[in-house]
């Protein structure tokens, strides 16, 4: 399949590189143009065992980067949130970068007639999928979520330093999703897994 990385830190390099190594064609994307092109000549942005083998082995080949969002999501058939979501002193989470990255998606997605999945993989609270990603790429590709476009929810449970081997061998997938188009597409992500796949609503994941 097709994909697109929104944000290339720890989750956002981990998985793309993941989903190229299972076969995949990854588009990653990030503002930074050092990281970028760092990505693009198989050279980490982050330390992670077993990482920049696995980097070199696909960079180039079917795993690029970019800055530009118009490339990424005409190019793809669905799209991971893996921006950061830092927490304030008093540990309320920022969503900023979650708007911004569903803004730039949900821009993209007017002009695109194909149906597209958004996932969320960012760390964020329950109901944040539904009350505010959704919302705002409903508003900015003026189309409706279930019907032009699908949105689903793919929580992360990577532990530093051992994150390639969770993400190949984990104990079980969780897939959230509002409608039932959207939740097979991410399932079908997946295929070969023999572990546990929990589906349920966004909300729930």
């Known amino acids: 399949m097709k994909i697109s990385i929104i944000g290339t830190g720890y989750v956002g390099t981990v998985t793309g590189v993941c989903f190229a190594h299972l076969g995949n ?13 760092m990505i693009n000549g198989g050279v980490p ?3 992670e065992e077993g990482l920049e083998d696995m980097l070199k082995a696909h960079a180039g080949k079917n795993l690029r980067a970019t800055v530009d969002y118009d490339d990424a999501v005409r190019n793809s058939d669905i799209s991971f949130i893996c921006v950061s979501t830092p927490t304030d002193e008093g540990g309320k989470i920022n969503l900023r ?6 803004r ?6 007017k002009n695109k007639s194909s149906y597209h999945v958004v996932v969320v993989k960012s760390t964020v609270v329950p109901q944040t999928t539904q009350s505010v990603v959704t919302p705002i790429l409903e508003e900015a ?33 969780v897939i959230g999703g509002d409608d039932p188009k959207a939740q097979a597409i991410i399932k079908s992500l997946y295929e070969g897994y023999e572990c546990p796949i929990l589906e349920v609503d966004t909300k729930t994941a």
């Not at 730039?104 to 997605?109: C, D, F, K, M, T």
């Open 141 to 173: 590709s003026g189309k409706k979520a279930g019907r032009d476009f699908g949105v689903g929810m793919n929580p992360e449970f990577l532990r530093e330093g051992k994150a390639i081997d969770d993400f190949m061998n984990p104990d079980r997938i």
């Open 104 to 109: 730039s998606i949900g821009e993209r997605l």
């Open 45 to 47: 942005p982050i330390y």
């Open 97 to 102: 970068a979650v708007k911004e990255a569903s």
């Open 25 to 37: 064609e990854v588009i990653c994307v990030d503002h930074g143009q050092k990281k970028v092109d």
